[in-house]
Nanobody, 130 residues
Framework: QVHLVESGGGLVQPGGSLRLSCDVS????????MGWFRQAPGKEREFVAA?????????????GKGRFAISRANVNPEAPQNTVHLQMNGLKPEDTAVYYC??????????????????WGQGTQVTVSS
């Protein structure tokens, strides 16, 4: 059985940092990409960051550039089980949302497109407030 489990969310003051983790298990092959998306109340799920698995190339939404970074725990791209991190610094109240990690199996859609991701975790809440 496949699993994506997010952790690391919480309440943080503006300017603070959080490191989200997504533990991936149960897969027998590597993904095309792993991504982080977020969804605030009343809004659609939006792209935050993604990493193309084999090349390690990363992409960040403009909202997170200079503040966020995505990485994988195991530098070996052959490992189907892995952990993906989202380091978030300089957090702002507008970063408040539920953060989800997703797994994409296809190169036919942009890694910024949530429809490219078939598997999702349950999400972890991030609240930025003083």
């Amino acid at each position: 059985q496949v699993h994506l489990v997010e952790s690391g969310g919480g309440l943080v003051q503006p300017g603070g940092s959080l490191r989200l983790s997504c533990d991936v298990s149960g897969f027998t092959s590597r993904p095309y990409a792993m991504g982080w998306f977020r969804q605030a109340p009343g809004k659609e799920r939006e792209f935050v960051a993604a990493i193309v698995w084999w090349t390690g190339v990363t992409d960040l939404a403009d909202s997170g550039k200079g503040r966020f970074a995505i990485s994988r725990a195991n530098v070996n791209p052959e490992a189907p089980q892995n952990t993906v991190h989202l380091q978030m610094n300089g957090l702002k109240p507008e970063d408040t949302a539920v953060y989800y990690c997703g797994r994409s199996e296809t190169a036919s859609r942009s890694i910024r497109d949530r429809n490219a991701y078939f598997y999702w975790g349950q999400g972890t809440q991030v609240t930025v407030s003083s």
